[in-house]
């Protein structure tokens, strides 16, 4: 399978807002929290395109993923356990939505792993959020991240840099 990733511009909001809500309804339905606006609308208030890359296969959209540095407040550890200096910069990894007739083949592998990549050339520590139940978590798991906190509904997730 041939991908890529582009930048995302403003022209593909619309049909983010729509993968969006595609992916998010059978989690969002599960736990008794899924609004067929205000899915749309949270994508729309928080959409930044300096931030998300589109991932296409033969140029056709077939995902998202966001990366944005984290603000100055999240805490950053000083040291790591063995004494060295901590990664001075975080990110927050958000929208990342696959189409589903491009999950369970490995994209989702490919792409984490090429962003994680960019994030440990950077000494970045990685920070997520996942709905509870959600499969995506197994695979935030399998690439080294770990639960920071939870509550009913989101999973806060977190790979530091070491």
């Known amino acids: ?11 593909d909001l619309e049909e983010l807002v729509e993968l969006r809500a595609v992916v998010m309804r059978p989690d969002l339905e599960r736990l008794g929290r899924y ?20 991932i296409q296969i033969d140029d056709e959209l077939a ?4 990366v944005r540095p984290a603000p100055p407040s999240d ?5 790591t356990p063995d004494g060295r200096p901590a990664a001075a910069r975080a990110w927050w990894l958000e929208h990342f939505y696959l189409d ?5 083949r490995g994209l989702g592998t490919a792409v984490l792993r090429t962003v994680l990549a960019t ?13 509870q139940g959600s499969p995506a978590r197994k695979l935030y798991e399998r690439h080294g991240f770990v639960t920071e906190s ?9 790979r530091k840099f070491l």
């Open 119 to 131: 994030a440990d050339a950077d000494q970045a520590t990685v920070r997520l959020n996942v709905l």
């Open 35 to 54: 609004d067929e606006h205000r899915v749309r609308q949270r994508f729309r208030d928080s959409f930044a395109s300096e931030h998300t890359q589109i």
């Open 100 to 104: 589903p007739r491009h999950q369970g």
């Open 75 to 79: 805490p950053a550890p000083s040291a």
């Open 63 to 66: 995902g998202s993923i966001t």
């Open 1 to 11: 399978m041939n991908w890529t990733l582009r930048p995302a511009t403003i022209t």
């Open 150 to 158: 939870e509550d009913s509904v989101d999973v806060f997730m977190v």
